[in-house]
């Protein structure tokens, strides 16, 4: 298993790009499934999660190409409506099957994907959904099955914001009879970003990016050529990153209309941040002032940033009070920062975080994705070395992350 080294007390600087949006391309990759011919994907991000995805496409009998960040699929030959238990473990977010292939082969038998480090993640919102599309749901042996002749538009309401239950049954609505109408819908831009896709690919919704999207069925969808648009919880952890770091990093080809809580309660905390078109420049200063942030469906502060914002509040000059509202169980990176000298308490979803002067540099392990970025941060401000283990949790949604910090600077290499 790979690990990473870094020598920490290097000021970042210097510009980044960053790469393709994981949480946009993968509902956009499986929408796919929904028409027959070659459709075209760039700026695809270079990731395990990518690879899986992919991977499973072709196991429904797609045809799978991908050079660099870009793609092609072409779903003319799906034969399989099964997603496998192997492949949905790796990777929950293969539940975005159900929606198309209920849709496109009027059935599918989806592993349930079982809960991960950072909660149990139920999907009893996306079958639910399906239900009241028409479809019939059974659960046996750890799959869940889904079938209808076809699906029929109705009015779905989400007891709780989901991005992937917004995404899966937009997927199921569109080449469904009549209109379907969903209620508290998630408003991220990966679910405003599917939507353009299905759009462009002959889809009739209107909505996406409000609490309120209605999808009108149409017969059939067409092949797209669709460009993915820049990752927002990669450019925020390159912006805290700087902040972190007292450094100034210019990021590009991003977002900045995407990360407004990020970048705001970056400037609370003393950061000058200063947008530019498609860039982002962040300069850190010596002092950081401890704030408080609360995460929130978008377009509140991002539960995927929550991590990231911890290791900046470790090092700040007072008290914060971070809550996570979003998933049952998201400080597990707590225990591996206090290890490194942070000094936190948590109180079932309240951290309270008083801000040392340093951290110190130590053998840490990644658990999750997100909190195995925060780790590395932790790395690049700390006093002599860390060195983060499991890193493979970082290959699944950040591409290049160390080669990018390297190259800005940071003393930071990958080890086999
Ligand atoms: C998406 O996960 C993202 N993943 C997550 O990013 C992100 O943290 C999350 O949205 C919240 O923003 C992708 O887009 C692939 P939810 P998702 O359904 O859709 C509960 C990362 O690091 N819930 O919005 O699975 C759920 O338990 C990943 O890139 C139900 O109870 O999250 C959670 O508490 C991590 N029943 C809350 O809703 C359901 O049927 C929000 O989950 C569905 C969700």
């Known amino acids: 298993m790979d690990k990473i080294i870094i020598a920490g007390g290097r000021r970042l600087a210097g510009q980044v790009r960053v790469s393709g949006s994981k949480n946009a391309a993968l509902p956009i990759l499986f929408s796919a499934l929904l028409a027959d011919g070659v459709n075209r994907y760039d700026n695809v991000p270079n990731l395990r999660d990518i690879d899986s995805t992919l991977l499973l496409l072709a196991r429904l009998g797609a045809r799978v190409e991908s050079g660099g960040p870009s793609v092609r699929i072409d779903a003319s030959g799906l034969n399989c409506h099964e997603a496998p238990y192997d492949l949905v473990r790796k990777m929950r977010a293969s539940v975005l099957v159900l929606g198309p292939l209920v849709a496109r082969l009027k059935r599918a038998r989806v592993s349930l994907p079982g809960g991960c480090a950072i909660g149990a993640r139920p999907i009893n919102l996306h079958l639910k959904g399906l239900a009241s599309l028409g479809a019939e749901i059974t659960l046996e042996h750890g799959y869940v099955t889904a079938s209808a002749e076809r699906l029929k538009g109705a009015e779905i309401y989400f007891d709780i914001v989901t991005v992937t239950g917004t995404e899966n049954l937009m997927m199921a609505a569109v080449l469904a009879e009549g209109t379907t109408m969903l209620r508290n819908a998630a408003r991220e831009p990966e679910v405003v970003a599917l939507a353009d896709v299905l759009n462009r690919m002959g889809a009739d919704i209107a909505g996406a990016g409000t609490p309120e999207i209605t999808i009108r069925g149409v017969r059939a969808l067409k092949p797209v050529t669709a460009t993915i648009i820049p990752d927002r919880i990669e450019t925020g952890t390159f912006m805290v990153a700087a902040a972190l ?172």
């Open 245 to 416: 770091t007292g450094g100034h990093v210019t990021i590009t080809d991003c977002e900045p209309g995407h990360v407004g809580a990020t970048i705001d309660k970056l400037r609370q905390a003393g950061a000058e941040v200063v947008v530019s078109g498609s860039t982002i420049t962040v300069t850190g200063r010596d002092k950081i002032t401890s704030v408080d942030i609360k995460t929130q469906p978008y377009p509140g502060f991002p539960t995927d940033m929550q991590a990231q914002f911890m290791v900046l509040m470790s090092v700040a000059d007072g008290l914060s009070v971070i809550s996570e509202t979003i998933f049952e169980n998201r400080f597990i990176h707590v225990s591996e920062l206090r290890r490194m000298g942070a000094d936190i308490q948590v109180a079932g979803n309240i951290a309270t975080i008083k801000g040392m002067p340093r951290l110190s540099g130590a053998p840490v392990m990644a658990t999750d994705l997100r909190a195995s970025a925060c780790l590395v941060l932790a790395g690049l401000v700390a006093d002599n070395t860390t060195v983060v283990q499991r890193v493979y949790h970082l290959d699944r949604g950040y591409e290049d992350l160390e080669k990018k910090f390297a190259a800005l600077g940071a003393a930071i290499k990958r080890v086999k």
